[in-house]
């Protein structure tokens, strides 16, 4: 129900689009697109090239690649035991440079520092991380770290997107919407999977919603960053060889379902191990620095033994997609290897070393299906390849618990190029999503938008949208330009206000004017002109308080002037505080509203307060506005019709009905004040 509501609001927010907001999410979108693919090659192209230099030249290991990206064969390591030497030294270069550049968001995964700047800091990410999460990601990557590259991507793309709002002088909500752009640009170019790495940025913000604000921009950007990176490389998708996978036979379905569950039970285990080893290295009394080289070296042990378990492993999944590449593998290395990837994991990103959580859980739930083929093959209508099982494991195990099954479905199926498992692979994905529960490997996730104080002002105070602006306004100094700086200091200083509204002969609004600001500049008794900044928005008189407190927000002003509804003349301002009080004394009051009459007209249920003067009067005499009329009087749990005779009492529940720019003062009469 809660998803037809929300695809209900979602088609109705798409019809008020304008043409003007089609422009901007065009042209911002191809900005981040273009500036989030050439990211993307230069991170990769990083990559191998710390890669060529660390691991292979220093242990002689080439990691197993997939075949989009090259070779599935892998060679060595011929000195195993450098590796831990190796990977501690990606992770000694990795906490150097974000300790250096003091960046310290820059450690970890990524995309969950992305998500944690989309709900707590506006969407701001300061620049220097771009080029800091690339070289330290790029460290531990190239020395072997047992990472993945969407984490660094979704975080270098997020900031790209917020440095391309911050420079247009875009407001908080454009740059929200830039950063959850930018970071599904980032993912969708890197993993050759447009859509889904749109959807994915979209989906990974909550744990039971989606940005759908966000969701044109992002397929924009996201399909402007796929073409950079694919003109530059290829367009072919990462995983090879996968044409061939259907699902045919229902039978199978059974079995897929029990792998869902078997992937939500690693994916918790996957969720505590990240946060357990996590605390662990913030409890050490070491440098911050130190810490990634210590973790990694530990992995790098780890890979000393089973060297699948370091790496990005895509290479691995490749091989496990087919009937020989599995049964290379020996079966103790299919039970271990799911569980070492996940230790290896925890260690190389839980001590702060900078990479992604992707890839690995995409790996160990394809590694889980392989196990699962290779222990039930024989069974009576069991899947005859490994290959979807493999591809239901990936889908299955990173989408519970990112809490993002429908991105999962739709990014693996562009990576393999295989859309026909969508059926069974959501059987899984949803019994592993409900098994995982409100667990997430991203702490940052809100539980949806009521949550986020990103939309919290949308959905906490829906008396706020029956009442405007008008009601809450308070008086404003209003200053002629052409009165001078004398004459506009005098207005302040006489006035409640340090600041007011500067309008010109014909009543216009040029902009604001300080006291502070004047009396900084006292000796300097020149132009009034040189003291007044523009005031970007306003509202009118009929604008609903829902909508002052988003026009607030998103300008991020502490307040706005209020003009008459036709906009010609200024009837004062409203601020978060004026705002807030009146919503207080309607609240105090039961105010509820009822659906609106009309454009014009408004009903609503309040109730009499102990101080108002209407306490013991005959309706007839309450002088309540023009226009204002009682519907009906609830009184003891009975509904009274109203007539002229009918004496008002403390506690009565009144049905109103009349103009809507009557209503404060009613609420006003009701309450006292």
Same mark, same amino acid.
């Given at each position: 129900m809660r998803l037809l509501t929300d695809l209900q609001i979602s088609v109705g927010n798409f019809r008020k689009i304008t043409r003007q907001q089609v422009v901007r999410s065009l042209w911002l979108g191809v900005i981040i697109g273009l500036l989030a693919g050439i990211a993307a090659v230069l991170f990769f192209e990083a990559i191998?090239?710390?890669?060529? %230099?660390?691991?292979?030249?220093?242990?002689?290991?080439? &990691?197993?690649?997939?075949?989009?990206?090259?070779?599935?064969?892998?060679?060595?390591?011929?000195?195993?035991?450098?590796? &831990?030497?190796?990977?501690?030294?990606?992770?000694?270069m990795s906490g150097l440079i974000i300790y250096i550049f003091r960046t310290p968001e820059a450690a970890g995964a990524g995309a969950?520092?992305? #998500?944690?700047?989309?709900?707590?800091?506006?969407?701001?990410?300061?620049?220097?991380?771009?080029?800091v999460k690339l070289l330290a990601s790029a460290a531990t990557l190239g020395g072997g770290g047992a990472a993945g590259r969407e984490g660094p991507m979704a975080q270098i793309g997020g900031g790209i997107g917020s440095l391309i709002a911050d420079r247009f002088h875009l407001g908080v909500e454009e740059r929200r919407r830039a950063l959850v752009a930018g970071m599904g640009a980032g993912i969708g170019a890197i993993f050759r999977a447009p859509l889904g790495g749109a959807m994915m940025a979209a989906e990974s913000i909550y744990k039971h919603d989606f940005e759908a604000d966000a969701v044109l921009l992002g397929l924009i950007s996201s399909i402007v960053a796929f073409s950079v990176y694919g003109v530059w490389y290829d367009f072919e998708p990462i995983f090879?060889?996968?044409?061939?996978?259907?699902?045919?036979?229902?039978?199978?379905?059974?079995?897929? /379902?029990?792998?869902?569950?078997a992937c939500g039970l690693v994916g918790l285990l996957y969720i505590r191990g990240l946060d357990w080893v996590q605390k662990i290295f913030n409890r050490l009394s070491v440098p911050r620095w130190f810490k990634p080289m210590l973790g990694c070296a530990i992995a790098g042990l780890i890979g000393a033994a089973i060297p699948e378990a370091i790496g990005v492993g895509y290479g691995t999944i490749q091989n496990a997609l087919v009937i020989d590449g599995v049964l290379r593998f020996s079966l103790w290395f299919l039970i271990l290897i799911p569980f070492a990837r996940i230790l290896t994991t925890a260690l190389t990103v839980g001590s702060g070393a900078s990479g992604g959580i992707f890839a690995s859980g995409m790996v160990s739930g394809g590694l889980l299906g392989a196990l699962a083929w290779r222990l039930f093959n024989g069974l009576p209508g069991f899947p005859s390849e490994p290959g979807p099982l493999v591809i239901i494991g990936m889908i299955s195990l990173f989408g519970s618990v990112a809490h993002a099954p429908l991105a999962m479905l739709l990014m693996v199926g562009e990576m393999t190029g295989n859309l026909s498992l969508l059926a &069974?692979?959501? =059987?899984? =994905?949803?019994?592993?999503?409900?098994? =995982?529960?409100?667990?997430?490997?991203?702490?940052a996730q809100e539980m949806n938008r009521e949550e986020s104080t990103a939309h919290r002002h949308r959905f906490a105070v829906p008396l706020l949208g029956a009442l405007f602006a008008q009601d809450a306004a308070y008086k404003i100094p209003i200053i002629e330009v052409t009165g001078g700086i004398k004459n506009a200091r005098e207005t302040l200083e006489a006035s409640e206000k340090k600041y007011g509204v500067v309008v010109n002969s014909a009543g216009e609004i040029v902009g604001e004017i300080t006291l502070t600001e004047l009396d900084s500049q006292k000796e300097k008794m020149d132009e009034i002109d040189n003291y007044i900044k523009s005031i970007p928005v306003n509202v009118r008189a009929d604008t609903p308080l829902d909508k002052v407190l988003e026009t607030l927000s998103s300008s991020e002003r502490l307040w706005v002037p209020v003009l008459t509804e036709n906009g010609d003349d200024i009837i004062g301002a409203i601020?978060?505080?004026?705002? =807030?009080?009146? %919503?207080?004394? /309607?609240?105090?009051?039961?105010?509820?509203?009822? /659906?609106?009459?009309?454009?014009?007209?408004?009903?609503?249920? /309040?109730? #009499?307060?102990?101080?108002?003067?209407?306490?013991?009067?005959k309706l007839a005499e309450a002088n309540l506005p023009a226009g204002i009329r009682i519907l009906t009087i609830e009184r003891g749990g009975h509904v009274l019709v109203a007539s002229g005779e009918t004496i008002l009492r403390v506690g009565d529940r009144l049905t109103i009905s009349g103009p809507r720019s009557q209503s404060g003062m009613v609420i006003d009469l009701l309450s006292g004040k």
């Open positions: 191998k090239l710390a890669s060529e %230099y660390l691991l292979t030249g220093l242990s002689g290991y080439i &990691p197993p690649e997939p075949l989009g990206e090259g070779d599935p064969n892998s060679s060595g390591p011929t000195r195993r035991w450098v590796l &831990p030497l190796i990977l501690g030294l990606g992770g000694l969950g520092a992305v #998500i944690d700047d989309f709900h707590n800091r506006g969407g701001r990410v300061r620049w220097r991380v771009i080029p090879g060889g996968t044409a061939g996978f259907s699902f045919s036979r229902p039978q199978e379905l059974g079995y897929y /379902a029990a792998l869902g569950l &069974p692979a959501m =059987v899984a =994905v949803a019994l592993a999503t409900l098994l =995982v529960g409100n667990a997430s490997v991203y702490p601020d978060g505080a004026a705002l =807030v009080a009146f %919503y207080q004394e /309607a609240a105090d009051q039961h105010v509820r509203p009822f /659906a609106p009459l009309s454009d014009t007209e408004n009903t609503f249920e /309040a109730e #009499i307060g102990f101080l108002s003067t209407l306490e013991g009067r």
